[in-house]
């Protein structure tokens, strides 16, 4: 099943406690920190564009691009909502980030929420970075995370399960992980029951999500194949230095 197919209609629900404004607010402050004059970003695996909201809302140009017509789907659902200044600084689009070609330069190109960890071959990656490097303006920068290596192998993913509930559905959602050890990739079944709550009616989606682990070498090779460099690596949310308990790390690249 393609990935976030049907996944999709229920994203936010499973995202719910995500606090999507706070991590607005941290990445406003990265942009801030090695961009301050950033006024276009690109977001690249956008979903359904909660994080581009935010930073509209904060007075940044955003086109959100995502590969799941869905999820675009639901970006574009969110826009009545909005005030008329954050949609006309809002773009949603459909688009492979290994091939998007837009013919136009931003200051800060984002990929957040392990976009890059599903890009599962040392080509794909490279691939994402070169659409990076083409979407840069001179001195622009590109703010991305994945799972990080040395925490992946060192914690090592285990089965999950989750309850999630609002007025119209109730989920449980149980995440199995089998190990690619030597791909450096985790292939993360999901099944999802999904009870309509008005109907009664019972619905099991699921979808296989391969994640990739990355290497802070591996990173900067292919990183300046694409001719970025890479200035910073940080855990996410936290800025500590990255280790072997940490799962999120996000990275600062200039082209």
């Known amino acids: 099943m393609t990935t976030f197919a049907s996944y999709a209609s229920y994203y936010d629900l499973l995202y719910r406690d995500k606090d999507y404004a706070a991590e607005a607010a941290f990445i406003r402050g990265v942009i801030q920190n090695f961009s301050p004059r950033a006024a276009r970003v690109l977001d690249l695996g956008c979903g359904t564009g909660t994080h581009a909201r935010h930073l509209a809302a904060s007075g940044l140009s955003v086109c959100g691009v995502d590969g799941s017509s869905a999820m675009v789907e639901c970006a574009l659902s969110s826009h009545a909502a909005l005030t008329s200044d954050s949609q006309q600084r809002l ?147 936290t800025e500590r230095e990255p280790g072997l308990d940490t799962w999120g790390v996000y990275f600062v690249a200039q082209g």
């Not at 773009?91 to 931003?106: A, H, P, S, V, Y």
Request: net charge neutral; proline share 5%.
């Open 91 to 237: 773009t949603f689009l459909q688009g492979d980030i290994r091939d998007l070609r837009l013919g136009e330069r931003f200051d800060c190109v984002l990929s957040l929420f392990h976009v890059m960890s599903y890009m599962t071959s040392n080509a794909d990656v490279q691939r994402a970075f070169q659409t990076v490097r083409q979407h840069l303006a001179p001195g622009g920068i590109c703010v991305f995370d994945c799972w990080y290596g040395p925490a992946v192998l060192h914690l090592r993913p285990s089965v999950r399960a989750k309850e999630f509930e609002n007025e119209k559905f109730s989920l449980l959602r149980v995440a199995e992980p089998t190990m690619r050890p030597n791909e450096n990739v985790v292939e993360v079944n999901y099944t999802l029951w999904i009870k309509n709550r008005p109907t009664g009616t019972l619905e099991i989606v699921r979808e296989a999500h391969r994640m990739r682990y990355l290497f802070r070498p591996e990173i900067d090779s292919l990183a300046e194949q694409a001719g970025l460099q890479i200035l910073e690596a940080r855990e996410w949310m």
